[in-house]
Each structure stands twice: as structure tokens, then as C-alpha cells.
């Protein structure tokens, strides 16, 4: 299993009491699989994510990725684990406005560790497997927001991570772009194994998925009823 989170819980201060964001949580998702995370808004999506990141510590439970327990570990080695083994896509790409679509990616390998000629064979590689070998020189701006997407999840997959994290990819998409968009997450995914968490307010994509759960409440129900 690449990541895998047995019962998860995470609060919040609230006044003199805490509210509860995961209540007992428990998720599995292998290797080469997407696992589309539904749920209304303040359900606890957004807290998941954060958590399967490494970027908070739940109060109780244990989070497992790609075979190490991430706790107890330093902040230095959770740093370490987030730059190695997850890549994250958020709603917007939030590319570089200066960089050109190869260089969004040749960033990442560089703060890696990669030397300048590996990373640019990885990104043309990347770039080719998103449907963009002939955009590599292109900036932000004379791409489309679809494009831009691609461009951003091919820059979350630089370093091959063990657990790509998503987060509602098509909201800024018509429904033809962020099908396309849910399409290529799936094929690479399985191309890639890696273990991909997709939260998304869309169920019209879900049919592409491999498992659906859903949170209310802070509680996961799996499967989902979609």
C-alpha cells in the first residue's frame, strides 16, 4: 500500500472546546490506483489531504506512506518525505509567470537534487506524457487553462512520487477539460503505480476512478454511494 491512514482523528480548537475535522479514519489506497475522496463542504476533505501530506500531525491514528510511519518523525525528515515521495496538485497551478511549461518542472528536480540534464529529460518526458511536447516553451499565459492543469500535474509527478495528493483539479474547467484532465490523472496512474487521492465536488468523473469514498462529518463511508 502506498498510503494507508488507520483511525485518523483530528481536531480543531473551538473556543473552549475542538471540533472534530476526521473522526476515526481509516483508508487504504494501493499502488497504482485513484481513490476520489466526495463530501460536502466542511466534511473534512480539505483536513484528509492535508494529513495524508504530512503537512498536519493528527491528534490520534497512523499515517502510512509508501511503507514508512510518518510519526515521530522530524520535521526535517517529514520535509524530506514530502519532497521525495508526494506530489501534490492543487486547484489552481500556480505556475511561475517568468518560467517556461519545461522549467516549472526542471524547478522541482533542481531543489531535488537532480542534476540539470536529468531534469530536463525528465520534464520533456512528462511534458510528452501530458499531451504537451509542443508547448515545452511556452509560459502561463500563452497556455490554456487546461493546458496549465497538465502542465501542473506533470510538475507533481517530477520527483515519481509513492502518493500524489489532488485536489479538485477540474473546478476551474468545463466539464469536456476536466473529464480530460480526470482521463490523464487515471492513466498515469496506473502507468506510474502510483497511489493518487483526487478530492472533487464532480461526481460526473467518478465513473473513471477506482474507489469512491465519502466523508460527512469528519467520517468516512467506503464505499460511497455515488
Known amino acids: 500500500m502506498s498510503l494507508r491512514l488507520t483511525g485518523v482523528t483530528l481536531t480543531y480548537p473551538d473556543g473552549e472546546q475542538r471540533l472534530t475535522a476526521l473522526d476515526q479514519v481509516d483508508l487504504q489506497v494501493p499502488a497504482g490506483t485513484v481513490t476520489a475522496v466526495i463530501g460536502p463542504s466542511g466534511s473534512g476533505k480539505s483536513s484528509l489531504l492535508a494529513v495524508a501530506a504530512t503537512l498536519i500531525t493528527p491528534d490520534r491514528g497512523q499515517v502510512m506512506i509508501d511503507g514508512i510511519a510518518t510519526t515521530g518523525l522530524r520535521r526535517s ?47 520533456r518526458e512528462l511534458l510528452a506524457a501530458v499531451g504537451l511536447e509542443h508547448h515545452q516553451r511556452r509560459r502561463p499565459h500563452q497556455l490554456s487553462g487546461g493546458q496549465r492543469q497538465r502542465v501542473n500535474i506533470a510538475r507533481a509527478l517530477m520527483n515519481d512520487p509513492a502518493l500524489l495528493l489532488v485536489d479538485e483539479p477540474t473546478s476551474a474547467l468545463d466539464h469536456e477539460r476536466g473529464a480530460a484532465v480526470v482521463d490523464l490523472l487515471t492513466t498515469l496512474t496506473h502507468q506510474k503505480a502510483t497511489a493518487t487521492v483526487l478530492v472533487t465536488h464532480d461526481r460526473s468523473h467518478l465513473a473513471a476512478v477506482d474507489q469512491v469514498v465519502e466523508l460527512v462529518d469528519g467520517r468516512l463511508r467506503c464505499p460511497a454511494h455515488v
Open 77 to 123: 525528515e517529514l520535509t524530506a518525505l514530502r519532497r521525495t515521495r508526494i506530489g501534490m496538485v492543487f486547484q489552481q497551478p500556480n505556475l511561475l509567470a517568468s518560467l517556461t511549461a519545461a522549467e516549472q518542472l526542471q524547478v522541482v528536480a533542481h531543489l531535488s537534487g537532480r542534476s540539470p540534464g536529468s531534469a530536463r529529460d525528465r520534464a
